[in-house]
């Protein structure tokens, strides 16, 4: 078991990765309004998929999900706010996609989301921690986001696999840095796939640390960490069933693996592996959760032995 401390150093390397480029601008918010036709056959089909879409109806949020997990990202109307590049866990427990229904219900018919109608909720808090995989830049030993997303684009789409890339951004002691998020989420994985890669000053940030966190809710979740299988989760109680969240990185890549404790500061504290850009300015790694009221993931040493077994591919 980890103890609540500050910073634990373990190992050090830089990352091989392929890298991509993507920059398109904000979409038209009327092009990625609800089908209401086509979720109305969707949610009769009650089929397995993998599914992704930008919510401008919902303060431009953008959600994913696969048959096992969903995960919402904030854009450019909560810039404002508290959030940035948090991930935020939706917490499922049916096998069909619920987006689509779970925010048309919420707008349309006041039902939320917030509590469990018995497909599952979102009562995971982000605020302006990294939720569940959200990436920062790592700075004299603290986390500086990139703020909220300001660009989106599907990549490709299908049942079996989704690819969309979020574009971050923000200035931070005068520099200008950007992340671009690829991320593929696929059938029957309870971890999404993230590639991001960083620049600043309009160059590809090389050699750049990188801390990949998980929430702790102010150290009420407990950390651990496997640095042969190279990962680090985080188990805790969420109202009346435990979760799991957890991040992987190829362990020859992890610099170090690091605690940060609250201090009595909401949203502070987190368990996090930090790392570094490649020659290409690139950073991959995995992120996800189990659910115990899901029925798979019934304890911690469950949800650490599917870690631990997860098949990562690193290029």
Not at 21 to 33: C, F, H, R, V, W
Not at 36 to 51: D, F, Q, R, V
Request: charged letters at 25%; aromatic letters at 10%.
């Amino acid at each position: 078991m980890l103890k609540q401390i500050k910073t634990i150093v373990l190992a050090s390397a830089l990352i091989s990765t392929q890298s991509y480029g993507i920059n398109e601008p904000l979409k038209d918010k009327s092009s990625a309004t609800l089908d209401k036709s086509k979720s109305k056959s969707k949610s009769k089909s009650k089929s397995k998929s993998t599914y992704a879409r930008f919510i401008p109806e919902r303060k431009d949020d953008f959600a994913w999900e696969n048959d096992l997990i969903a995960f919402r990202a904030y854009g450019p109307a909560a810039r404002s706010g508290a959030e940035n590049s948090g991930v935020d866990c939706w917490l499922k427990r049916v096998d069909y996609p619920i987006i689509n229904l779970w925010y048309k219900r919420h707008s349309e018919q006041k039902i939320s989301y917030h509590k469990d109608n018995g497909e599952g909720l979102d009562n995971y808090h982000v605020g302006s921690s990294a939720g569940c995989g959200g990436t920062a830049l790592w700075i004299n030993n603290e986390r500086h986001a990139l703020e909220a997303f300001t660009q989106w684009k599907i990549l490709s789409k299908s049942k079996g696999k989704t690819i969309f890339a979020l574009t971050y951004e923000n200035t931070i002691n005068n520099n200008k840095y950007k992340e671009v998020k690829k991320v593929t989420i696929e059938l029957g994985k309870r971890l999404y796939k993230a590639e991001s890669t960083f620049y600043v000053n309009d160059e590809v940030a090389i050699n750049l640390p990188i801390a990949v966190g998980l929430t702790t809710h102010d150290e009420k979740g407990v950390s651990d960490w496997n640095d042969k299988a190279g990962w680090l989760s985080v188990w805790e109680k969420l109202d009346d069933s435990y979760l799991g969240t957890a991040v992987i990185i190829a362990p020859e890549n992890i610099k170090s693996m690091v605690i940060v404790s609250s201090e009595g500061q909401k949203d502070k504290g987190h368990a996090l592996l930090v790392t570094k850009t490649n020659t290409q300015g690139k950073v991959t790694y995995y992120s996800g959760y189990g659910w115990e009221k899901a029925g798979d993931i019934q304890t911690q040493e469950t949800w650490h032995k599917y870690l631990t077994d997860f098949e990562a591919v690193f290029e």
